[in-house]
């Protein structure tokens, strides 16, 4: 269930981020309105994807820590942590049964 829900919510990120064709077509036409020099387009379009970059990171990191609060607040288990505790108790039944 997690994993959908923070899926869900990347794919809208996804969705939101913007191209590389569509920054250089920006920057480009910085250039031609000289708002920017020609010989900076190359820095400025990786300065922005770095930018775009970090906050996207920054956002999932967000998510993902609203998501697992939410689960805990409303004691949803994590799969992770259920299909730890099940192994455990199979463990504790060979136990049980060998004796």
Known sequence: MLDIIK???YLGLGAATVTKEKIESLVDELVEKGQLA???KPKAVQDILDKIEKEE???KIKIDDT???TMNKIGIVAKSDYDTLLKRVEELEKG???K
Request: charged share 45%.
């Open 67 to 69: 998501v697992t609060e």
């Open 38 to 40: 020609k010989d900076d």
């Open 7 to 9: 899926k869900s919510i």
């Open 57 to 59: 990171k920054e956002i």
């Open 96 to 98: 049980t049964t060998n």
